[in-house]
């Protein structure tokens, strides 16, 4: 049976208590990861640094799990305003230009923790 490794990441902490990433075998995956600010744990006014900040911990993620983006397979988007969608692909296209080297996504309308205007969710297959 596979053992598994909780991965910690600086600035993205849980108010639950549940883990931001767990590696089990060649296999991670994210609780919901917000943007806030990896220094100060706030999450910032600006929409575009909110989403900068989740995939700024998408990449640590799988780097500390000991892989790289290309390994991300799937992500979760939740957004609360459709127009968020944009701003998410302005980062996606950055850290995924290859439009043949993309992971899945799926992105939904929803409501989220009060200040949230983005959260992802992670799998990567290393």
Do not use: C
């Amino acid at each position: 049976m596979a053992k598994r490794i909780v991965l910690h990441v600086k600035g993205s902490n849980h108010q639950n208590p549940i883990p931001t990433a767990v590696k089990i075998g060649n296999m991670v995956y994210t609780s919901a990861i917000i943007g806030s600010d990896p220094e100060t744990g706030e999450v910032p006014e600006k929409v575009e640094e909110e989403v900068a900040n989740l995939f700024h911990y998408l990449k640590e993620i799988v780097e500390i799990a000991g892989g790289s983006t290309d390994d991300i397979a799937h992500l979760s988007v939740s957004v609360t305003d459709r127009e968020y969608k944009k701003v998410v692909n302005q980062e996606w296209l950055k850290m995924f230009p290859d439009e043949n080297n993309r992971p899945a996504r799926h992105s939904t309308l929803q409501d989220l923790r009060e200040g949230l205007r983005v959260q992802i969710e992670m799998t990567a297959v290393l």
